[in-house]
């Protein structure tokens, strides 16, 4: 079947930079993606996108150029609750990749045991209304809570300013729960301004909260853009994931975020995202934590 990708959609970029970074052995990707290929993985009828090829081999090859040991495929939205294309990567990624999936009520425990079998360890609820339509609250939490018995923990996606409003939801999760991108904070306020305080709340007075402190390229207002070989990309974003990097040492994680989907103002070189680390994990035992022992003990602690 032919898809036609969404205008003014940026395909990911080709070619990035080997980093000057030098990742710890055995850093994980902690948030990345599959899209198709369309004609082996049909995309979901209901999405709100459709985007360009971004195969398993592709985003293999990736991890090797990057420096990474391992991936966390998350499921993306435009496969809907089909997470065939996302599980046919874990099954090729010879142990080296963990899923989080996309499920709705209707799943069976043994449809459930299948993806824990093939490497999923949690589902992602999505609140980000111009990508998903409504979930009601009590199907989501009747998910949590038949996953908690398979230690699998909840992803959250939502924007700042929707925090107040789920918050009660949220505290409700019976599980681990990982925050994406630290529920996209406007960068343009001051980091200890109400909104990111709020967050920086939630995280503390609820121990069982994660944060990805990914994503500067979605976050920034002033940049400078990582292209053409920037080291001192995202400028604007540092200050917030610093701190929650240095807050909350032990419960944070990060990923490139490939194929970076419905990006539509530029596309980065993953390579140059890979030098924005060291800026926000400014220490190697910092380093050590974001990278390599968080995400392990979060994916790969069974």
Same mark, same amino acid.
């Given at each position: 079947?032919?898809?036609?990708?969404?205008?003014?959609?940026?395909?990911?970029?080709?070619?990035?930079?080997?980093?000057?970074?030098?990742?710890?052995?055995?850093?994980?990707?902690?948030?990345?993606?599959?899209?198709? $290929?369309?004609?082996?993985?049909?995309?979901?009828?209901?999405?709100?996108?459709?985007?360009?090829?971004?195969?398993?081999?592709?985003?293999?090859?990736?991890?090797?150029?990057?420096?990474?040991?391992?991936?966390?495929?998350?499921?993306?939205?435009?496969?809907?609750?089909?997470?065939?294309?996302?599980?046919?990567?874990?099954?090729?990624?010879?142990?080296?990749?963990?899923?989080?999936?996309?499920?709705?009520?209707?799943?069976?425990?043994?449809?459930?045991?299948?993806?824990?079998?093939?490497?999923?360890?949690?589902?992602?609820?999505?609140?980000?209304?111009?990508?998903?339509?409504?979930?009601?609250?009590?199907?989501?939490?009747?998910?949590?809570?038949?996953?908690?018995?398979?230690?699998?923990?909840?992803?959250?996606?939502?924007?700042?300013?929707?925090?107040?409003?789920?918050?009660?939801?949220?505290?409700?999760?019976?599980?681990?729960?990982?925050?994406? =991108?630290?529920?996209?904070?406007?960068?343009?306020?001051?980091?200890?301004?109400?909104?990111?305080?709020?967050?920086?709340?939630?995280?503390?007075?609820?121990?069982?909260?994660?944060?990805?402190?990914?994503?500067?390229?979605?976050?920034?207002?002033?940049?400078?853009?990582?292209?053409?070989?920037?080291?001192?990309?995202?400028?604007?974003?540092?200050?917030?994931?610093?701190?929650?990097?240095?807050?909350?040492?032990?419960?944070?994680?990060?990923?490139?975020?490939?194929?970076?989907?419905?990006?539509?103002? =530029?596309?980065?070189?993953?390579?140059?995202?890979?030098?924005?680390?060291? =800026?926000?994990?400014?220490? $190697?035992?910092?380093?050590?934590?974001?990278?390599?022992?968080?995400?392990?003990?979060?994916?790969?602690?069974?």
């Amino acid at each position: 079947m032919e898809f036609t990708k969404t205008p003014g959609w940026l395909d990911w970029y080709a070619g990035p930079a080997k980093p000057r970074f030098k990742l710890p052995a055995g850093a994980v990707d902690a948030h990345c993606h599959v899209f198709g $290929p369309g004609a082996e993985f049909a995309f979901a009828v209901e999405r709100k996108y459709t985007p360009c090829d971004a195969s398993k081999d592709q985003l293999f090859a990736l991890r090797d150029q990057l420096g990474f040991d391992k991936n966390v495929v998350v499921q993306a939205t435009c496969h809907g609750a089909d997470n065939t294309a996302m599980v046919d990567a874990l099954l090729h990624s010879q142990g080296k990749a963990r899923g989080v999936a996309t499920v709705k009520r209707s799943i069976t425990d043994q449809e459930l045991q299948t993806l824990h079998d093939a490497g999923v360890r949690g589902v992602r609820f999505n609140f980000v209304k111009r990508l998903v339509d409504f979930t009601p609250k009590d199907e989501l939490l009747e998910i949590a809570n038949r996953i908690k018995p398979l230690g699998w923990h909840v992803v959250i996606y939502f924007e700042a300013v929707d925090l107040p409003e789920l918050w009660d939801f949220f505290t409700r999760l019976p599980t681990t729960v990982v925050v994406d =991108h630290m529920g996209r904070p406007d960068v343009s306020q001051p980091v200890d301004g109400p909104e990111f305080e709020l967050f920086v709340k939630f995280m503390q007075q609820h121990p069982n909260v994660w944060s990805k402190v990914s994503c500067p390229e979605r976050l920034s207002v002033t940049g400078p853009k990582a292209r053409n070989g920037e080291q001192n990309a995202y400028a604007d974003v540092i200050p917030f994931a610093r701190r929650i990097v240095e807050t909350f040492p032990d419960r944070v994680l990060w990923g490139t975020d490939w194929p970076h989907p419905n990006l539509k103002d =530029h596309m980065p070189d993953d390579g140059l995202l890979v030098d924005f680390i060291p =800026h926000i994990a400014s220490t $190697p035992e910092l380093q050590q934590k974001l990278l390599v022992d968080n995400p392990t003990r979060l994916y790969w602690g069974d």
